[in-house]
C-alpha cells in the first residue's frame, strides 16, 4: 500500500485522543471514514476530526472502496463478527484490545486473517511506547543479569458508578466485555510480560466478586509459569480502599530489580549493587500513534509491527487460563 486510508468501526472515546488522531497525523496514512449506530455522534466526531465520510453501518465502510486498512473500536462482544467480516473483505485489521472475548474466538480472527492473506494487528500499544522498550532495553542489556521472577500488583477502589446499578459501565457487563475489569485492564499487563519475558506458558487463577457491585470478577489472583523458566505472580482487585491503590510490576534478577507500571508511567527504576538509577520517558500525545506508525509501516513494506493477532491471541490465552482453570 502507498496510503493507508484508515476506516473505523465504532468511533467511541478511545478514538477521540488514543487512537484517531494519529490516523491523520501519521505520514502516508489517512482517516477516510469512521462509523458508529448514534447519526449525530458519529457526525459530530467526522466533523471535529476532519473526516469526509461517516457510516452507521458497520458493512457499509468495510465495503468503502475508498478505505483500505479497518479499525475495530467497539467493545470486545463484536471484535470477533467485524474483524472477520473486514479481512472476508479483502482489508487487513487492526482490534482493539482484548482481542476477542476468549482465546477461542480469537484463534478464529487468526484463521480468517490467515484464509483471507490479510495482515492483523491489535491495540496492545504499549509494545511501541518508550517507557516499555527502555524497560526492554534494561533487560536485554542484562542490567538485572538472568531474569528470575516477575510480581504484579494492580490495586484501585470502584468508581461511583460501579456502585450505581442504574449506570454502570459495559466494561462490568459479562454479554458484552467479558469478566470485567480484569479483562479491560489486566489484558495490558500480560501482553506486556509477554513482550518482555517472552510467553507465558501456563497460568492459574482464583477470580472472585468480593465487592458484591456487580456480577463479574473484581479481585484475582494468577501464578505464571513462563517458557523461559521465569515464574510469576499477579494480584487484581477493583474495589480495594483508596489507600491501598497501587500499579507496580517488579521483575527481580540474578543482580538486581526493575519496578515500573502498567498505567501510571512513573520513572523507571532500576536498582543493583551499584545502587538505584531512575530513567523517565516521554509519553506521545495520542498514546497510541507509536503502535499504528509501525502498522503503516508494515503494510507499506518499511518495518514490522510487534503487535499481531498471534501475539494478541496468546494474552487472552492466559486469561482464560486465570478465569476459567481447568
Wanted: glycine share 8%; with cysteine.
Amino acid at each position: 500500500m502507498d496510503k493507508i486510508k484508515w476506516g473505523i468501526i465504532g468511533a467511541g472515546n478511545v478514538c477521540e485522543k488514543k487512537s484517531g488522531p494519529a490516523f491523520y497525523k501519521i505520514e502516508h496514512s489517512e482517516l477516510a471514514a469512521v462509523m458508529r449506530r448514534d447519526e449525530t455522534k458519529v457526525k459530530d466526531f467526522a466533523a471535529r476530526h476532519g473526516v469526509s465520510k461517516y457510516y452507521t453501518d458497520a458493512e457499509q465502510l468495510i465495503n468503502d472502496a475508498g478505505v483500505n486498512m479497518i479499525y475495530v473500536a467497539t467493545p470486545p462482544a463484536s471484535h470477533k463478527e467485524y474483524a472477520i467480516k473486514a479481512l472476508k473483505a479483502g482489508k487487513p485489521v487492526y482490534v482493539e484490545k482484548p482481542m476477542a472475548m476468549s482465546y477461542a474466538e480469537c484463534m478464529e480472527i487468526v484463521d480468517a486473517a490467515k484464509n483471507a492473506n490479510q495482515k492483523l494487528f491489535v491495540a496492545f500499544y504499549r509494545r511501541a511506547l518508550p517507557y516499555f522498550l527502555k524497560v526492554k532495553e534494561l533487560i536485554d542489556n542484562n542490567r538485572i543479569g538472568k531474569v528470575l521472577t516477575v510480581d504484579v500488583k494492580y490495586f484501585r477502589p470502584a468508581s461511583e458508578s460501579d456502585m450505581d446499578t442504574r449506570n454502570q459501565t459495559w466494561r462490568v457487563n459479562r454479554e458484552i466485555a467479558g469478566d470485567g475489569y480484569f479483562f479491560d485492564l489486566a489484558p495490558h499487563t500480560l501482553d506486556i510480560l509477554d513482550f518482555l519475558l517472552g510467553e507465558i506458558e501456563e497460568a492459574k487463577g482464583y477470580a472472585q466478586n468480593l465487592g458484591g457491585y456487580y456480577s463479574v470478577s473484581d479481585t484475582i489472583s494468577a501464578i505464571m509459569q513462563f517458557k523461559s523458566g521465569v515464574t510469576g505472580t499477579g494480584q487484581w482487585c477493583f474495589v480495594s480502599s483508596g489507600h491501598a491503590r497501587q500499579d507496580t510490576i517488579i521483575i527481580n534478577g540474578t543482580d538486581g530489580f526493575i519496578r515500573f507500571n502498567t498505567f501510571d508511567f512513573r520513572p523507571i527504576c532500576l536498582t543493583t549493587a551499584k545502587g538505584t538509577e531512575l530513567f523517565e520517558t516521554e509519553h506521545p500525545e495520542h498514546i497510541q500513534q507509536p503502535l499504528i506508525q509501525t502498522i503503516v509501516d508494515e503494510l507499506r513494506g518499511a518495518g514490522t509491527c510487534p503487535s499481531t493477532g498471534i501475539s494478541g491471541a496468546r494474552t487472552s490465552r492466559v486469561m482464560d487460563m486465570i478465569i476459567n482453570p481447568s
